[in-house]
């Protein structure tokens, strides 16, 4: 590589981090905001208009604030995790287009190289738990490490099928491939095992189960603050708007659907708004995740995966081959693929709805029992 590349490199990589960080900001922000609408509060109010500097605000915070190392913990793991995680989470960057020219580097094995550094990150979880030296830091590294193996199968695989449609691993040529029909629409079953497998991915609520402070105080991070701690956190919300983009890339047309119809300056200019219209849709779909629904058990958590997201991602690579061998209209895909979604919901509430009123019938024989028993007179004792 020449020096002139590598200075062009070395600029594009911090341009991109310093919009990473910006959008982090942004994002725990609007986080905020979102949460505290949907619980009827008002979030933050005091840093700036309507609260717009409060992450600035916490960021300075955690810069300065002390960080506390314990002396029990292995040194050199302890310090290492925190870069573990965010690294790859910084380097799957390099591949994804904001647009058909904003891209630091186009590869024909895109989303090839996405998958095999995103899931570097749990190794680092991992790393943060045992070099922390706590009981329960190393119980909710083994638990995260549990959630991101099992959760990566229905990842991988409906991303696969995104492949087979298109044809590419090449992030652009699959934007392209959707300049007419997103595929959402061709694929219905993809999008909602890639968007639930991402969100377990994230280990963001309902699938928060690796630092649930009810069970494990908190995570492999249990033993991190300071400067250390945000950098776990840091990573969390950077994987969270990968998530949201690469969902508008591969599934909502990227910059591409609807097609504009003009082109020069303006066409670059509203492809690029909608393409962050679009993916902070996603994200603030995330949130509304967040604020709605409870946290999962473990068992219920993998039971989810491995019962129910495993073998609808199989079925659905299954389908789409099919589809694809037979050249069939992608209106057939489309629906076998409503068909596989209503009839998975309907099972899930029938079996949801069988053992609540089973627990209610247990309660109430309970109650029963109890109070066919007499109650102890100071005699009897």
Known sequence: ??????????????????????????????????????????????????????????????????????????????????????????????????????????????????????????????MAGWGSANKYAVLGGLRAAGQLLSYEIPFI????????ISQSLDLQKIVNDQSGIANILKLPLGFFIFFLAGLAELGRTPFDIHHAESEVVGGPFVEYSGIHWSVFFLAEYINTFSIAVLTTLLFLGGWRWPDMPFDGIAHSSLSLLLFFVKSYAVILLIFWFRGTYPRLRIDQLMVFGWKILVPLSFLNILITGCVLFYEFHWTVLSFISCTILISTAFLIKRVAGFKTKKMTITIHSVRDLRKSVPPKTVMDK
């Not at 695989?157 to 087979?164: N, R």
């Open 1 to 126: 590589m020449s020096l002139d590349a590598g200075i062009t490199s070395g600029l594009a990589a911090s341009g991109l981090f310093f919009f990473l960080t910006i959008t982090v900001l942004i994002l725990i922000w609007l986080e905020r905001k979102i949460l505290a609408r949907i619980q009827m509060r008002m979030g933050p109010m005091r840093v700036g208009f309507h609260g717009t500097l409060q992450s600035l605000a916490d960021s300075i915070k955690l810069l300065i604030k002390e960080d506390i190392l314990p002396s029990w913990a292995d040194r050199r793991i302890y310090w290492v995790a925190p870069i573990a995680v965010f690294v790859p989470s910084f380097m799957i960057w390099v591949t994804i287009p904001f647009g058909r020219d904003i891209v630091i580097r186009n590869l024909d094995l895109g989303l090839f190289y996405i998958v095999a550094i995103s899931v570097l990150s749990v190794l680092g979880l991992v």
């Open 157 to 164: 695989m409906a991303i696969l099928s995104i492949a087979m």
